[in-house]
């Protein structure tokens, strides 16, 4: 089983900032097939990226996503209030797919 | 527009059984590999189970496996998750999803499982 870190736990940032995010994987995640979900209170996730890299339809171009190998990252180059919320990465290399644990973004 | 309805939840004793259900529609239902994904209160996402668009391979998360069972109408665009000796590990609410080549687009709303005695 892939297991992924999220780091870090919270993210305590301002309107407007720079938020960076960070997936890291027990093995190689190859294919570069890990996806990044935001999830808000009573809601289910949303799929924001695939692919490590491709942005979703309909998902603001402020979030980016990079990375291979067993490191990756979620950008969002300048909050939004909207974007204040818990972060998921999942991978879908095997058939036992795994979520990291979570981050959230908190206004500061 | 893409909708998955989940059904079937409530509250049961440990060591009972529920059986969820999941209606599609907006979309080709037996042309997708159907996930189910549950979320414990308070906790992360966490995978459950997978079938193929035919019904023919399905894949279990270590902690279900022999206790869960995946299954599929594709004649009633219909999703099910027949689950067995339940304990208190497995209250959550869970999710159908699709949408994807393992990763999840769509998503249901959820339907709740309590497992207390």
């Known amino acids: 089983e892939i297991v992924l870190t999220q780091s870090p736990g919270t993210l305590s940032l301002s309107p407007g900032e720079r938020a960076t995010l960070s997936c890291s994987a027990s093995?190689?995640?190859?294919?570069?097939?890990l996806a990044w979900y935001q999830q808000k209170p009573g809601q289910p996730p949303t799929l924001l990226i695939n692919?490590?890299?491709i942005r979703a339809t309909g998902i603001p171009d402020r979030f980016s996503g990079s990375g291979s190998g067993t490191d990756f990252t979620l950008t969002i180059s300048r909050l939004e209030p909207e974007d204040f919320a818990v972060y998921y990465c999942?991978?879908?290399?095997?058939?036992?797919?795994?979520f990291g644990g979570g981050t959230k973004v908190q206004i500061k | 527009e893409v909708q998955l309805v989940e059904s079937g939840g409530g509250s049961v004793q440990p060591g009972g059984s529920l059986r969820l259900s999941c209606v599609g529609s907006?979309?080709?239902?037996?042309?997708?590999?159907m996930h189910w994904v549950r979320q414990a209160p308070g906790e992360g996402p966490v995978w459950v189970s997978r079938?193929?668009?035919?019904?023919?391979?399905?894949h279990y998360a270590d902690s279900v496996t022999g206790r869960f069972t995946i299954s599929r109408d594709n004649a009633r665009n219909t999703l099910f998750l027949q689950m067995n000796r339940l304990t208190a590990d497995d209250t959550a609410l869970y999710y159908c999803?699709?949408?994807?080549?393992?990763?999840?687009?769509?998503w249901g709303q959820g339907a709740l499982v309590t497992v207390s005695s």
């Open positions: 999803t699709t949408g994807g080549s393992g990763y999840f687009k769509y």
């Open positions: 907006g979309f080709t239902f037996s042309e997708n590999w």
């Open positions: 692919g490590a890299s």
């Open positions: 999942q991978h879908y290399v095997t058939s036992q797919l795994t």
């Open positions: 093995q190689s995640v190859t294919n570069n097939y």
């Open positions: 079938i193929k668009p035919d019904g023919s391979t399905t």
